[in-house]
């Protein structure tokens, strides 16, 4: 099972390096199927908006609801999840080279969002990499029997690891 997970305690710091990870590795040609996240700081406000693209070039879609600064609830629309989730299935009908997928959240850890996307691409021997943050951490080690490969927040890291699993020379 090819699957690396990558973490970091920098607020913001996985959906950046991911992000660089699939534009250099779209650039050598490689078949992405997945999301990459971007958070966009909202001035006087304490939240961030949360977009996400879909690989390998769009949609790019909200998956933030704006609860109100005072709101202590899951700011995730979940409806807007579940459409990046079907965006992500639909490539499925094609060559996929890397799955790649921004987080391993509480949906996934609940078993809905991403979750089956991911087991799918496993059971299909293509690889997978994933954030994860401590929240999940626990229900991430379950799901994937403690397999996974953890890697640090370092781009050219994940891209050898990446390269190495698709026996391409890592350049």
Do not use: Y
């Amino acid at each position: 099972m090819d699957i690396a997970a990558v973490s970091s305690t920098e607020r913001g710091q996985t959906d950046k390096v991911l992000a660089d990870v699939a534009q250099a590795l779209l650039g050598k040609g490689l078949r992405l199927a997945g999301i990459v996240q971007t958070n966009i700081e909202r001035a006087g406000h304490r939240h961030c908006d949360m977009e996400v693209m879909v690989l390998p070039a769009g949609p790019v879609m909200r998956i933030n609801q704006q609860l109100g600064e005072g709101a202590k609830g899951c700011r995730l629309d979940t409806g807007a999840l579940e459409t990046a989730v079907a965006e992500v299935e639909a490539m499925f009908s094609q060559e996929i080279d890397l799955l790649l997928i921004n987080k391993f959240g509480k949906h996934e850890a609940e078993g809905r969002g991403f979750r089956n996307l991911i087991a799918e691409a496993l059971s299909r021997d293509i690889p997978v990499v994933v954030g994860v943050n401590t929240l999940n951490e626990d229900a991430f080690t379950a799901f994937v029997d403690d397999s996974a490969e953890r890697l640090a927040p370092d781009s050219a890291e994940i891209q050898r690891w990446c390269l190495a699993r698709l026996s391409c020379d890592a350049a």
